[in-house]
């Protein structure tokens, strides 16, 4: 028998080679419309994520990576809309886009781990400031001591054995009149003379984060390491098994493309922890224990509570009148973690958890805000418009159509990137938080007439729109 006659006898025999097989069923278009604009929302998740991705490629030219995350921003609100049926070609480029990214961040999520995990425990604590904050404090806590008046950066940079001290600067002190951020010999020079006895202010050594980062740090940087890619796949995977059997594997596949959360993957950091419970939160916004998930993460992380607004507003218009668990959860779940810290001192925790709003800093990041300089009108401006992003993104939640509702949350994140500190780490977040929030409408429309987490004019929209279906011509 020829070759060619092998290979129609195995494809006859359905004994074709299992990956072929498998790429082929990934690859397939899906069949309802709500699959086509999940596997859309998955490339505007990977275009909102882009400065951070491709940070280093962009470095000369952001505002391209400016525009692609409004680009995406814009292409993820529209997702949200349910007559919009996207083109057969479109999606399928979506899910090629989509495979290809899921497969890197695999790939690559489980390298940064293996390496990581290699390090040795200084190695791993000494990379920045953020590392000891969080697992130094841990340890404090574990001995008893409350962190928010205990902690000192440099003393615990020096404890660890760290060749050279991290740590974020502050527009006082000798800092007071600079317009940029300092260099880091000037930042050094600093954190020297601060330890020979010589404080200059200016930099931040105090813990400034909610208490369940500290709580969190107790069970060690390598733990941590392990820890958060788990929990995000765990969250992943239960968003997945929460949606409709058909759009199951789109959403795994516009989930796992996020490759900009692979900036926290291998650090000894709570962010990814944080991220795994605020897609549990965004996902299903009733009910008291994913009121509790959103509560937890907001404990663990404040760049949380740019979205926590919108979610809080968006859960009380998609309930029953007077149905706050989802609000009594994330209320319990914030309270229970720092009560304790803020009995044992308040006016600290206050100070600490405030401080990343309250103290002047150098605009730092990957967004626009972050291109002026201190103290200047731009950096006024983004300032505001960080807060307006927010505000905005509860109102749209709060006043807006019901089909455009959930569009708030994606413009809440938003300010995470607007703003004068946007961090690698904050717009990481945004990806994932904009597919998570086109699933969740998919899953508010496919849900049965009665369901409790539906408005009666919800409903009567739902059922005029539930039942379109994709066409042979698209």
């Known amino acids: 028998m020829t070759a060619d006659g092998l290979r129609s006898q195995a494809r006859y025999n359905g004994s074709m080679p299992a990956p072929r097989l498998a790429l082929r069923r990934l690859l397939t278009l899906p069949d309802e419309a709500a699959g086509r604009r999940l596997a859309i929302a998955g490339v505007a998740g990977i275009l909102l994520s882009a400065p951070v991705s491709l940070e280093h490629a962009l470095a000369h030219l952001p505002q391209v990576g400016w525009l692609l995350t409004a680009v995406g921003a814009v292409l993820a609100i529209l997702c949200l809309r349910p007559a919009w049926i996207p083109q057969p070609l479109v999606t399928r480029m979506a899910i090629f886009v989509c495979v290809a990214f899921c497969a890197a961040s695999t790939v690559v999520a489980g390298s940064l781990t293996v390496i990581a995990l290699s390090q040795t425990e200084q190695q791993l604590l000494c990379v920045n400031d953020v590392a000891p904050d969080t697992i130094v404090a841990g340890q404090e806590v574990i001995h008893g001591a409350n962190p928010y008046t205990s902690f000192n950066l440099l003393d615990a940079e020096r404890a660890l054995g760290c ?8 527009r006082a002190g000798i ?22 006895g010589h404080p200059t202010g200016g930099l931040l050594l105090k813990f400034a984060y909610p208490a369940g980062t500290a709580l969190l740090g107790v069970l060690g940087g390598r733990a941590l390491v392990l820890i958060g890619p788990i929990a995000v796949l765990l969250a992943g995977l239960v968003i997945v098994r929460r949606a409709e059997p058909p759009m199951r594997r789109v959403t795994l596949l516009a989930l796992g493309a996020q490759t900009g959360l692979l900036g926290l993957v291998g650090s000894p950091f709570v962010d990814l922890i944080a991220v795994a419970l605020l897609m549990i939160a965004i996902t299903r916004r009733g009910g008291l224990a994913t009121g509790v998930s959103l509560g937890v993460a907001c404990a663990v992380k404040q760049t949380v509570w740019f979205v926590a607004p919108a979610l809080l507003v968006l859960a009380l218009r998609d309930g029953r009148a007077r149905d ?85 949350i994606i413009v809440s994140s938003l300010g995470l990137w607007i703003g004068p500190r946007s961090l690698g780490d904050y717009v990481a977040l945004l990806g994932v938080i904009a597919v998570c929030t086109v699933a969740a409408s998919t899953s508010m429309r496919s849900a049965p007439p009665g369901d409790p987490r539906l408005s009666q004019r919800d409903t009567k929209t739902i059922s005029e729109l539930v039942s379109v279906k994709d066409h042979p011509s698209g």
Do not use: D
Request: hydrophobic share 55%.
């Open 163 to 170: 060749p050279f001290f991290s740590v974020s600067p502050q």
């Open 175 to 196: 800092f007071a009149a600079s317009l940029t951020e300092p260099s880091l010999a000037q930042v050094q020079a600093a954190a020297e003379a601060t330890i020979h």
């Open 324 to 408: 706050v668990r989802y609000h009594a959860g994330a209320l319990l779940g914030f309270t229970v973690i720092n009560v304790p810290f803020m009995v044992a001192s308040p006016s600290a925790w206050f100070v600490a958890v405030l401080s990343p709003g309250i103290k002047p800093a150098f605009p730092l990041g990957v967004g626009p805000g972050a291109a002026g300089q201190a103290g200047s009108a731009t950096t006024t401006m983004f300032l505001v418009l960080m807060i307006a992003a927010v505000v905005g993104g509860a109102a749209i939640c709060a006043f807006a159509a019901p089909r455009w509702a959930s569009a708030g």
